[in-house]
């Protein structure tokens, strides 16, 4: 059985999405052990609680510093003993020691095609922002492994999605949701679940 711990920051529709699939049997041997917010208003929460999934809020705000924060952060995700960790909307820097302890068991789900609209400065609307103002005919969403840099991690499955006339930042952010990321984060769960995912040469593979 996989156990996960998701990190959110707002409203936990990709949190749902997963939840959903778990309990639908789409996502297979996963448990959701823990649901870890750095927002306490954050709805994601609240979805957890509606699940009786355990969920904590630990804000930076909190900490007299950000290395005392990070310490405890890590300490936290710890406690669960999770085998994977998904970041779905986790707006917080990842502590340098936690990326290093869970290399290759840490994933991120990105709303767009990696390498397009990625990066420091590249979340939520904005990235639909620039989607619309550079006039690209294609998005989607990416999975991936998360590393040392933003966005920069081993890639291992993408969703492409048309944009349509009159899109709006809005409206293409939540067509990029429901076709691409509340699709492919549960099915990426599912894979690593059941031992399809490894890496080879940086690159992640997914076998048959
Ligand atoms: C999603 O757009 C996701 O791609 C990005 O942050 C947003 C989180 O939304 N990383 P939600 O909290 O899952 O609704």
């Given at each position: 059985m996989l156990r996960i711990v998701v990190m959110v920051s707002g409203g936990g529709t990709n949190l749902q999405a997963i939840i959903d699939a778990v309990e639908n049997g789409a996502?297979?041997?996963?448990?959701?052990v823990g649901v870890i917010s750095?927002?306490?208003?954050?709805?994601a929460l609240e979805r957890a609680k509606k699940h009786n999934i355990p969920a904590k809020c630990i804000s930076p705000?909190?900490?007299?510093s950000r290395e005392v924060f990070n310490e405890k952060l890590l300490e936290e995700v710890n406690a669960y003993a999770p085998d994977l960790i998904v970041l779905?909307?986790?707006?917080v820097v990842i502590p340098p020691a936690m990326i290093v302890k869970y290399r290759n068991r840490m994933i991120n789900i990105h709303p767009?095609?990696?390498?397009?609209?990625?990066?420091?400065?590249?979340y939520g609307l904005k990235v639909h922002e620039a989607a619309l103002h550079r006039g690209v005919k294609v998005v989607g969403a990416t999975v991936h492994f998360v590393d040392e840099?933003?966005?920069?991690?081993?890639?291992?499955l993408q969703k492409a999605v048309e944009v349509q006339k009159g899109d709006t930042p809005e409206v293409l952010q939540r067509r990029v949701m429901e076709q691409a990321e509340w699709r492919i984060l549960p099915e990426v769960i599912d894979l690593i679940a059941n031992g399809k995912v490894s890496v080879v040469d940086g690159k992640a593979v997914i076998s048959d």
């Open positions: 996502v297979r041997n996963t448990e959701i750095n927002n306490k208003n954050a709805y705000k909190d900490f007299r779905a909307g986790f707006l767009s095609l990696i390498p397009a609209f990625c990066g420091t400065g590249y840099g933003t966005d920069t991690g081993p890639i291992i």
